[in-house]
């Protein structure tokens, strides 16, 4: 873990702009959303709202499944005072570490990197100017494409994320898809081109190439969170950067994490159902071919998570 400074990382020069430490925001919303312990209650079918959930806000990449961090991460935080950014990284260290990652030592390299602004716009423009291919390496699957990354460098929202992730051999790590301008050997075999995969399980139904996220870049505007408390912006950040989060989610009908910028107070931290999303979608095997069965073979995880969830609490 560290806070690093991000020109050595990602920039050719910093940025220093003041940020604020955020504060607490107060006057409660009349429409509350459905907290995951109050399904059943309600009538509403939990397998379904949870199917419901995942399909709202799971992001993956075109024709790619779903992909999670797989062992180590390392946070960075830039342009933030000591004391926030600190607990910025310890807490999403702590919600990786509930999920089976592992942190990273103090001096470790950041592949999580959180960068505050008072312009994040103007920010989001010059890193993808100066270091374009930190958001899009060229290999297959890897992002979420041209049209995504202007939407990011375009959006207005108080926090926007970037990832890259991998097409990756569940059994050795190693990477499943060619980087342009990398080869094996000499490269004078086109053979040479493309990653060596050994199937040890061949089938039309499941598969051990999985997606592996191995970078996130996330961009605070600093003005637009400033009236969050720092305990709801590091649970926000951690959500967003565990898991592939679309930025465009309407997820108004579920009490999340998600939600803290609309409902303040029904978001005072990372929820029931973020906490099952994120066990679920890190419990999951991820082990089906189809696209659709594995998101199904997700919220499945996710249905047990939440019952583990209740377990725990009435321990």
Known sequence: MVVFALAAVLLAAPFQDPAPSPVPQSAPDPDSPVALEDVEITGKPL????????????APNRGRGLARWQDDICV??????????????????????????TPGQPGCTPNIMI????????????????RGRAFRMGGSGMDRGGVALR?????????????????????????????????????????????????????????????????????????KVSDL????????????????????????????ILNVFEFPDDAQGLTDWDKAYLTGLYDAERSRKNQRAGRTEIADSIYRAHYGLQDDEAD
């Open 47 to 58: 397998d379904r709202m949870i199917r419901n959930f995942v399909n709202e806000v799971a």
């Open 151 to 223: 939407a990011f460098q375009a959006s207005e929202a108080p926090v926007r994320w970037w990832q890259v992730s991998m097409p990756t051999d569940s059994e050795t790590g190693m990477r499943a898809v060619r980087i342009p301008g990398e080869c094996r050997n000499d490269c004078t075999d086109p053979r040479d081109m493309a990653p060596v995969t050994n199937v040890f399980a061949a089938s039309r139904l499941s598969t051990q190439i999985v997606d592996t996220i191995f970078r996130t870049i996330v961009i605070l505007d600093v003005d």
């Open 229 to 256: 408390s720092v305990v709801q912006l590091a649970d926000y950040v951690a959500m967003v950067t565990l898991a592939q989060i679309d930025p465009t989610a309407d997820t108004s009908a579920y009490s999340s």
């Open 115 to 130: 960068v505050a602004s008072g312009d994040a716009a103007a920010l989001a423009q010059q890193l993808v100017a100066e």
């Open 76 to 101: 960075g935080v830039a342009n933030l005072r000591n004391e926030p950014a600190q607990y910025i990284v310890d807490r999403v260290s702590t919600v990786a570490e509930d999920v089976g990652l």
